[in-house]
């Protein structure tokens, strides 16, 4: 079958080898064939647990705003397929119905709709660009004439350039310098002290502030929050040139099919909580989606004990598929959250404080955030447009223990739904823990917010932290149970190594289990396990993906079927939810592939495979957290976006580059002052390196040729009217 019409085939044989091709259209239909019974079974029952809504014609705006790609009609009228038993091969007619057009549409890629919110992301007149931003430096005046002001060409800008953004100390610099070859060059800093004084002149991001946060009980040492204005970081990556091909300014629908029967998730744009937050906007406002991310990081390995805690952030308005390379450097440092140690007697309490103060850190910094969220603020996107947009927050990226946190619940308790843990291990997706429900819990208890013993007594009954002021209380709709989102990295590859790799072992026993995996034909492109896997230390998440790869073959014909079954559903759900793009019938896939796990788990506590990790003894129950979130996983897709689009990968990577780095080039005193210093000059270097390359490339000065000044100017550095680069020839040099 091709797409304008039919191939034939003389046996049944070359059937099922053109069926066989990876990247044939005929097997991606067949494939989406084979969905249509459990499409079909959840439709029919809308009760079933877990399932998604459907998108039918009344669900949709009256207003419709489609783009539609027209099909070949041709390509339906007859269809042939081929019977092994067939000798014949007589051709036959076969009518197909709306649904089983729709997945064949689907699979030929033809069909597809996009539905656009009316009347959203209006560019109301012409704003400012990342050039002309740039030209309106208070030193501006000085590039007209020579572009890498204040450095006195391209190769005394690219040396700068370099030593700045280096991890190399003060001292260190000031030792290259000396050397003979590098006196030769002619530069225009001698020493350190000068180049980054020089480097102060250059354009500046968002600042940095920092503020000492009071609490009514004593710590080990003052809480010093060092942050930016979170609102000027948005607009830096909302104005950033190199987003501008990368942003989505208006919210979609995608339909695979004319009939409208097939929708597919992707962005965070394409969910229901997108197009709820619009609704709730005037009209032709943008939607600008705040994502943010905290986690606490060592910045110390092996003594001391220095922790921070970083808190990012980024847009959803850029697409994930950039948002998602640690490369695009699109999560920017906003703010180093204060660990301190809390003075209680009882130990308990101290958590409960510092749960406290960091929702009153995260009110202080996102406070412009939360305004903009009511009356909005006109920002100028990448080409200059300028739109009136509302800073909402779209997710906050967290593992497990932050996210309960950020709830206000206590531990043992999902984030996002009513269940404790006594209710880990059911089959079913329980009631969504609103922040309303939250809210007005609180306001139920009357104590005095000063006393936490008190107010943590009284939040038993709810089970709730002891978090008076939640941080998301003010900003406009903002909830919990929709701004935190599943974790692949943590809720699926995680908990593979923790309970399915065990449950493996234990069947299999550690040494037979590594013997399989060490007898495996090494594959191309594919990690192979000499040593097997229970001796692996530190294991990543790669490393945890690499085993998925081969963990059914290996434990087939030695555990139990109904063991093999449990797991494999387990694999078919992380690799079904881990898809960039979504239908709603991959979508009751991944709830099917969740439910027949919970059909066949029995067997894994029968034969005594879940077991304690200290302990060792069998265990009966399945108190796992990250098993109930998996429940969430489905509905998430509808209403959020594909998951894997909130994974920590990318965030964890920035550690390394906001964090761990600069703090290795600190003197081990005063990380966070030292770490926001570093980050300043390394940010301003890359934002004068984005600008030249711009005006090199429009042709506003010459990039290589340009060299010195002709006529005597002010130098701000030295304070003196004189030609930079005569003067610089007769520096004196460090010895």
């Known amino acids: 079958m091709g797409l304008w019409g039919l191939y034939s085939f003389s046996t049944a044989r070359r059937v099922t080898a053109h069926l066989a091709q990876p990247k044939s259209k ?52 007859a269809i042939v397929p081929f019977d092994d038993f067939d000798q014949g091969r007589e051709e036959r007619i076969w009518e197909l119905s709306a649904a089983e057009s729709a997945v064949l549409l689907a699979g030929l890629g033809q069909g597809c709709q996009v539905q656009r919110f009316p009347n959203a992301g209006t560019v109301f007149g012409v704003g400012d660009t990342f050039l002309r931003r740039f030209e309106m430096d208070r030193y501006s005046s000085f590039r007209l004439t020579n572009l890498y002001y204040p450095f006195a060409n391209l190769d005394d800008w690219e040396m700068a350039n370099f030593l700045l ?10 030792e290259y310098l000396s050397l003979k070859m590098v006196c030769k060059m002619l530069l225009s800093f001698w020493t350190a002290k000068e180049l980054r004084n020089r480097a102060e002149l250059l354009p500046t991001r968002p600042c940095w502030n920092y503020r000492i946060v009071n609490t009514p009980y004593p710590m080990k040492s003052p809480a010093i929050l060092y942050f930016r204005d979170p609102l000027d970081c948005i607009e830096a990556l909302f104005n950033h040139p190199y987003y501008a091909d990368h942003m989505i300014y208006t919210l979609f629908r995608v339909f695979t099919t004319a009939e409208r029967v097939v929708r597919e998730f992707s962005e965070w744009m394409s969910g229901d909580v997108a197009w709820q937050m619009q609704s709730n906007l005037p009209a032709g406002a943008t939607l600008c989606s705040v994502v943010l991310s905290s986690d606490k990081t060592h910045i110390t390995n092996m003594c001391g004990g220095k922790v921070a805690h970083p808190l990012l952030i980024s847009l959803a308005n850029i697409k994930m598929a950039m948002r998602n390379k640690a490369s695009s450097h699109v999560f920017l440092l906003i703010a180093l959250i204060p660990v301190v140690e809390f003075i209680h007697l009882v130990p308990r ?155 493996c072992k234990n069947a299999l026993g550690a040494q037979e289990l590594d013997f399989r995996y060490s007898v495996l034909h090494p594959i191309v492109g594919m990690r192979h396990f000499n040593h097997g896997i229970t001796t692996l230390k530190q294991v990543t998440g790669r490393a945890q993906r690499d085993m998925q790869h081969y963990m059914i073959a290996v434990i087939g014909g030695a555990a139990s079927q109904d063991v093999v079954i449990a797991v494999r559903a387990l694999m078919d759900f992380r690799y079904l939810a881990q898809a960039p793009r979504i239908t709603s019938i991959v979508q009751e896939n991944i709830s099917a592939a969740l439910l027949e796990f919970h059909n066949h788990k029995d067997a894994i506590t029968s034969e ?26 489905a509905p998430s897709i509808s209403e959020l976006g594909v998951p894997v689009q909130w994974s920590v990968d990318t965030t964890e990577h920035a550690h390394i580059e906001v964090v761990k780095e600069p703090a290795s080039t600190t003197n081990n005193q005063n990380y966070d002052a030292q770490i926001c210093c570093y980050l300043d000059r390394v940010e301003r270097c890359q934002l004068f390196e984005t600008a030249i390359r711009l005006c090199a490339l429009n042709g506003t000065n010459d990039a290589r040729d340009h060299d010195v000044l002709d006529s005597p100017v002010e130098d701000p550095v030295l304070g003196t009217m004189r030609q930079p680069w005569k003067t610089v020839k007769n520096t004196p040099r460090r010895s």
């Not at 953004?165 to 000031?174: H, R």
């Not at 922040?435 to 008190?454: F, H, M, Y």
């Not at 069998?618 to 996983?633: C, T």
């Open 26 to 77: 005929c097997r991606a239909w067949q494939r989406e064939r084979l969905g249509l019974s459990l499409y079909s079974s959840s439709s029919a029952d809308s009760s079933t647990p877990g399932s998604s809504p459907t998108f039918s014609d009344h669900e949709l705006p009256a207003n419709d705003d489609f783009d539609a790609i027209q099909f070949n009609p041709d390509a339906l009228e």
């Open 165 to 174: 953004q280096s991890k190399l100390s003060m001292a260190k610099i000031d």
């Open 349 to 503: 309490m101290r958590s409960v404080l510092e749960a406290c103060l960091f929702h009153q850190c995260l009110d202080i910094i996102l406070q412009p955030l939360k305004i903009a969220a009511q009356v909005g603020r006109m920002m100028s996107d990448p080409v200059g447009g300028l739109r009136h947009c509302f800073t909402l927050l779209a997710a906050y990226i967290v593992d497990t223990p932050e996210a309960c946190m950020l709830a206000c619940v206590r531990g043992k308790t999902s984030p996002v739904t009513m269940a404790s843990h006594k209710h880990f291990g059911d089959a079913f997706w329980h009631e969504r823990h609103t922040g309303a429900k939250t809210l007005s819990q609180l306001s139920r208890i009357q104590c005095d917010p000063n006393d936490v013993e008190r107010q943590f007594f009284l939040c038993k009954q709810f089970r709730l932290s002891g978090v008076t002021k939640p941080f998301w209380r003010n900003w406009p709709l903002s909830d919990p149970a929709n701004f935190l989102p599943p974790e692949p990295l943590h809720h699926w590859y995680r908990k593979f190594w923790d309970h399915d790799v065990q449950w």
């Open 608 to 633: 005594g495979l879940q077991r304690g990790t200290e302990s060792g003894a069998a265990l009966d129950h399945w108190l796992i957290p990250k098993l109930e979130l998996m429940q969430s996983v």
